[in-house]
Every structure is written in C-alpha cells, then in structure tokens.
C-alpha cells in the first residue's frame, strides 16, 4: 500500500486503502505486511521504527526477502 514522499502521506494512503477494505470485509496480515523507509541518503546507521496506523502496527525493514 501506500506509496508517498513522507510518514504523512503513507498513512493518509493507507486511510483511502483502510476505507475500501473495509466496504469489501477484506483483512490486513500485519505479520506479513512490512514496509521499507527508500532514501538517496545513506541510512546504515539509521534505526528503524515500526509505524502505527489505525489499529495496525507495521515493521520497519531494511531489505526484502
């Protein structure tokens, strides 16, 4: 979900997507939905944080599997 150039924007993206799965009674897995902070700035000693949108808590990644 939820492409954008900021925190802000990611989650009022995941808000529009929040409200269809909702009229569809559709489920979200948090355990296999992750998401990854992408920057042309390096980040090796960046922490990464989780993120909390609604009722969902989302892991911070560095890489994919």
């Known amino acids: 979900f939820g492409v954008g150039k900021s925190t802000i924007e990611v989650k009022e993206n995941f808000l529009k ?3 269809k799965r909702k009229k569809m009674s559709l489920n979200i897995n948090e ?3 992750k998401y990854m902070h992408i920057t042309r700035q390096p980040t090796r000693d960046r922490i990464s944080q ?3 949108m609604e009722t ?3 892991e911070c990644v ?3 599997k």
């Open 17 to 19: 997507i929040e409200k």
């Open 31 to 33: 355990e296999k939905t």
């Open 50 to 52: 989780n993120i909390k």
């Open 56 to 58: 969902h808590n989302f």
């Open 62 to 64: 560095r890489q994919l």
